[in-house]
């Protein structure tokens, strides 16, 4: 589980940032750090707690990531 949280973002960082010079904040943040470990709305069914549900039945737990609009989503 935590491996794969943490693996989605660093996912997200890389999309966005993919020669290490793109966009930080002023605590010196990427924007996946800033919605660290926020997923938004969740939903647990036996024990096993996700946010995505994809349409083949694979359930997901995907942190959120900053929007430039400002706050933390999954999708703008």
């Known amino acids: 589980y935590q491996r794969r949280v943490h693996g989605a973002h660093e996912l997200a960082e890389a ?6 010079n793109a966009w930080y904040d002023g605590a010196g943040n990427e924007n996946a750090d800033k919605c660290a470990w926020n997923f938004g709305t969740t939903t647990t069914v036996n024990g096993y707690t996700y946010n995505v ?3 083949n039945g694979r359930k997901w ?5 900053w929007l430039q ?3 933390c989503a999954l999708s703008h």
Not at 61 to 65: E, T
Request: net charge negative; glycine share 12%; aromatic share 6%.
């Open 15 to 20: 999309v966005t940032d993919p020669v290490l």
């Open 61 to 65: 737990l995907i942190q959120q990531n």
């Open 69 to 71: 609009s400002g706050g």
């Open 53 to 55: 549900a994809w349409s």
